[in-house]
Structures are given as structure tokens and as C-alpha cells.
């Protein structure tokens, strides 16, 4: 059996190639072992609040509507002055610009998909993991929609554990609560939808109620995350918008959104995390297409899809 045994210029060219193939294989941006990476993150709870704007939350300086977010949680992690939504401020649009990495012309009643996969799709294809590791619960019931997409390839396929239904946003933490005892998933958006139903309502008091009662709900996940076991110190939390809604001189002001007037653009982003810095403001100009690729490294995985760029201010 002398003959097959492979003579020395052989084994070197079968060395060489074997680089080349390795190369090549983390050049197309497929981590041959998802999970794997230099970072303390291992879940990802993205926090969705739906519509409020930047004037009566991060944009006040005394942030009276914001105060566990605005005072408390500021010093635990970054925030960000000029992060923006630049496709369409729509409720569909906005969160499938998060969760896909595209800013997408979308029917904005649930019956449109993303074209590309979400975050949660490439990470269940890419991890095999348990759907019950990633998870949607939104309190809009045409949310449903980020659950799968409309790309061939993928439509049907690798699909997160989706709780949508229209319910108000205290049925949704307790929800959001239950899940994350229940089965600790790792990727996680969890949407309140308060700001924008009393806004579209035009009433202003309750739409300020309902800034401060997600603030405070936000603060009881960011609590129970430092708390838990499983979570502490390996968790990540994003807060952010899917749109804000038009300045006062626009249109009829805080009661709608949909156009590109500063007042719907400009949203907020907070981050907290082991993996970041704390107690920091940035002024750089970001994107809300940005978050999709950031929590990708963060996790471990790529979004071949994605257009949006990764945030690496955040990172110490
Ligand atoms: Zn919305
Ligand atoms: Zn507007």
C-alpha cells in the first residue's frame, strides 16, 4: 500500500489548497461556526417603541418623558443623537428597514413581506438553532410579517417564534415576560405600539403617558435581564423606533407620520451592553439598516442581504 501514500510536494500542494479553501470560505462571509466570537454578547433583546418622536424623548433635554432611559439606563450604555430612518416611516417599512438590513416600499397592512430575510431568519439558518430561540412579539397583529419573507429562497423557511397580535402594550410585556423565563431565547424583539396608537388618536396626554410607560417598561426588561442567571452579562438590549411622526408645523403635527420631515426621520437609538460603551452620547450620523449587520457580528453570523453598515463606535 507504499503507492497510496501521498509523497511530500503532494501533501504540500493538498496543504496549500486547503488554505485557499479556508480563505475563501470566510471570505464569502460564512463563519464556519456560527456563535463563535470575540465578543461577551450571546442574546440580542431589541426593544421596538412605535412612534414616538425625538423631540419628546431623547431630543428633551430634561427628558421628563424618559427617565429610567433618559437618567438611569444613559449611564450604562451609548446613545446616539442623530440615528435615523431614511426609507419609508411607515410601521412595516421602519421595522422591516431593522429587521432585514433594507429600507423597502411596503403596504403598510400586513399583507406585504420583507424581500430579504431578517436577522432572525439567517441566524436560525445559520445556528439550526430551536425556533423558540428567536422570537417577535409585537402588540401590532400585521407585524406577523416579519416572521417570513418573500425571497424564494427563504420564504417559509428558518421562521422565528412570531406573538403578534393587537393588544395593549402591558398584555405585551407580561408576554415578552413569560418567554423569556420560559424558553431564554437568544434573539428577541420584543414591539409597544402606545406612542403611535394615542398619537394617530391626537391625544397628546396619552400619548405622553405612553412614552412614560414603555420607558418604565423598557427598565423592567432591562432589569430582569440583569437579574436573570442566563442573561446577566452576556445580553445586549437596543432600544429604538420605527419611525418618529411629523414636526408641529407639518401637517397636522404629532397625530400622523409618512413623510420626510425631520420629525419623522429623526428616531432614537440606545444600546447597553457588556461588549460596549458606557454612559456615552455619539454624534456620529447612523442608520436604522445599521442595526441588522451590528447584531449579526455581535452574534456571530453575517446578512449577505443586509445594506446597512455595523456600528463599531458602539464597541469599547
Ligand atoms: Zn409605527
Ligand atoms: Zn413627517
Excluded at 421595522?95 to 431578517?118: C, K, V
Excluded at 412570531?162 to 428577541?188: F, G, M, W, Y
Excluded at 394615542?198 to 397628546?204: I, K, P, R
Excluded at 460596549?276 to 441588522?292: P, Q
Aim: glycine share 8%; proline share 6%; hydrophobic share 35%.
Amino acid at each position: 500500500m507504499n503507492n497510496r501514500r501521498l509523497n511530500p510536494v503532494t501533501g504540500m500542494i493538498w496543504v496549500f489548497l486547503a488554505f485557499l479553501m479556508g480563505c475563501e470560505q470566510s471570505d464569502s462571509g460564512l463563519p464556519n461556526d456560527p456563535g463563535k466570537t470575540p465578543y461577551q454578547t450571546k442574546n440580542v433583546v431589541i426593544i421596538v417603541i412605535d412612534g414616538p418622536r425625538f423631540s419628546e424623548t431623547w431630543g428633551d433635554p430634561s427628558k421628563q418623558y424618559i427617565p429610567n432611559l433618559g437618567k438611569k439606563l444613559a449611564r450604562q450604555g451609548v446613545q446616539y443623537n442623530w440615528f435615523y430612518n431614511n426609507g419609508p416611516t411607515y410601521t412595516t417599512s421602519g421595522h422591516t428597514a431593522l429587521t432585514t438590513g433594507r429600507y423597502q416600499i411596503m403596504q403598510n397592512d400586513g399583507t406585504e413581506f420583507p424581500h430579504y430575510p431578517s436577522l432572525f431568519q439567517v441566524w436560525l439558518s445559520q445556528t439550526r438553532e430551536d425556533p423558540n430561540q428567536a422570537i417577535i412579539i409585537t402588540g401590532k397583529e400585521k407585524l406577523n410579517v416579519l416572521a417570513d419573507c418573500s425571497h424564494h429562497q427563504w420564504r417559509g423557511k428558518f421562521n422565528p417564534i412570531c406573538v403578534a397580535d393587537n393588544r395593549p402594550d402591558a398584555e405585551t410585556l407580561k408576554i415578552a415576560r413569560s418567554l423569556l423565563e420560559q424558553h431564554h431565547p437568544q434573539l428577541l424583539l420584543i414591539q409597544f405600539k402606545g406612542p403611535d396608537q394615542y398619537g394617530h388618536a391626537n391625544d397628546w396626554t396619552s400619548y405622553l403617558n405612553s412614552i412614560i410607560e414603555t420607558d418604565r417598561y423598557v427598565n423592567d426588561i432591562w432589569e430582569f435581564l440583569q437579574n436573570d442567571p442566563h442573561y446577566q452579562n452576556t445580553t445586549t438590549l437596543f432600544v429604538t423606533n420605527d419611525h418618529g411622526r411629523h414636526l408641529d408645523n407639518v401637517r397636522d403635527g404629532f397625530v400622523n407620520h409618512g413623510d420626510l420631515c425631520e420629525g419623522c426621520l429623526h428616531i432614537n437609538l440606545f444600546a447597553a451592553g457588556p461588549d460596549f460603551k458606557a454612559g456615552v452620547t455619539i454624534n456620529t450620523y447612523r442608520e436604522l439598516t445599521d442595526l441588522a449587520p451590528t447584531v449579526a457580528r455581535l452574534m456571530g453570523f453575517t446578512m449577505p442581504d443586509a445594506r446597512g453598515e455595523f456600528l463599531s463606535e458602539l464597541f469599547k
